[in-house]
């Protein structure tokens, strides 16, 4: 079991930055990716990015793409999003989650799919205002 815990939600105007981090504890060994997801009210919950955990490769949605930065430190088990250049649109909850070393092959077919990892956060509040 792994247990992901999101934290630096908040408010911030438009064009403004935030970073988010994502704390796992747990069977944290047997981690293959780690992923960013957001969810704004009325909607889907939707891919933002990706890393992977050994090779530091990255996946980002292209509404995110040159605007938001994922990054990871190995050490201390924690993924981090580093968003810039903020639109109210970025208004969301914004989830943790992770892939599994098992689950490797599912994420590799479909990263930005929901049903393709293991764990999930419990999601920190990111408000845009214009």
């Known amino acids: 079991q792994v247990h992901l815990v999101e934290s630096g939600g908040g408010v911030v105007q438009a064009g403004g930055s935030l970073r988010v981090s994502c704390a796992a504890s747990?069977?944290?060994?047997?981690?293959?990716?780690m992923a960013w997801f957001r969810q704004a009210p009325g909607k889907e919950r939707e891919f933002v990015a990706a890393?992977?955990?050994?090779?530091?490769?990255?996946t980002y949605a292209d509404s995110v793409k040159g605007r938001f930065t994922i990054s990871r430190d190995y050490a201390e088990n924690t993924v981090y999003l580093q968003m810039n250049s903020l639109k109210p649109e970025d208004t969301a909850v914004y989830y943790c989650?992770?892939?599994?070393?098992?689950?490797?092959?599912?994420?590799?077919?479909?990263?930005?799919?929901?049903?393709?990892?293991?764990?999930w956060g419990q999601g920190t509040q990111v408000t845009v205002s214009s």
């Open positions: 890393i992977t955990w050994s090779d530091i490769s990255t």
């Open positions: 989650a992770s892939v599994s070393t098992q689950s490797s092959r599912r994420f590799q077919l479909f990263p930005s799919r929901v049903g393709s990892y293991d764990y």
């Open positions: 747990g069977r944290t060994f047997s981690t293959y990716c």
